[in-house]
């Protein structure tokens, strides 16, 4: 079945910019989502990008789609100690019913 | 590693009738777990936050009274709509909280009320 990669931890300075990497399986997804989910809090949507983009910009994240590999990436800029969360990546929109499928998810930290 | 099984994957029921589905950590004690639901090419939406042996917390605009959250185990949750009606079917997913903090999602169910 689909199949979805994260790394489980990043650990960054507060000012350095985070990268999030992911990869996924399912070549069919045509929206691939970017969540954020902090301590005791349900899943909170980041930003998303379609599967005919390659890149998509939203203040201070940034989203890299690179279809053939099927690699997708979330840039935080100027990470601060409030990103300090769960990133789940989410690649949906595929098959007959678009459901999405979760990896494990990425712990950043983000180190004063 | 932390492993959540949702059952059942896939359920079709008739429009009035109640279908349950259950959420269990198999391998860790889940504090908190939430459910979610995704209708067809949309993203997910919260609906509650279920801690062990206390009432879920529902968001707002989801009938508690139509979708009953039962967390009766520090490993299972069950969420059961009540008199399904066809604007019920939906992609329904679990997640489960571990004692370290991090989430692990089940594989979702399908429910289609004819």
């Known amino acids: 079945g689909e199949d979805v990669e994260q790394s489980l931890f990043l650990s960054v300075r507060e000012g350095d910019s985070s990268v999030i990497n992911c990869t996924y399986t399912d070549s069919s997804s045509t929206y691939l989502y970017w969540y954020k989910q902090e301590p005791g809090a349900g899943l909170q949507l980041l930003t998303y990008?379609?599967?005919?983009?390659d890149m998509k910009q939203d203040q201070r994240l940034t989203v890299l789609l690179n279809k053939k590999d099927k690699h997708l990436s979330l840039r935080i800029a100027d990470t601060q100690t409030g990103d300090s969360a769960i990133y789940f990546c989410a690649p949906g929109g595929g098959g007959s019913q678009g459901n999405l499928i979760f990896g494990k998810g990425t712990k950043l930290s983000v180190k004063p | 590693g932390a492993v959540v099984s949702q059952h059942p994957s896939r359920v079709i029921c008739k429009s009035g009738t109640s279908v349950k589905i259950e959420c269990r950590s198999l391998d860790f004690q889940a504090t908190t777990m939430f459910w979610y639901r995704q209708f067809p090419k949309q993203s997910l939406m919260l609906m509650a936050t279920?801690?062990?042996?206390?009432?879920?917390?529902?968001e707002q605009g989801v009938e508690k009274d139509k979708f009953l959250i039962n967390h009766a185990s520090l490993t299972l949750s069950t969420l059961t709509v009540t008199s399904a009606h066809p604007e019920d079917s939906s992609f329904y997913i679990c997640s489960a909280q571990g004692p370290r903090g991090g989430y692990t999602f089940g594989s979702g169910t399908r429910l289609t009320v004819v």
């Open positions: 990008i379609f599967s005919n983009m």
């Open positions: 279920s801690n062990e042996g206390s009432k879920a917390t529902y």
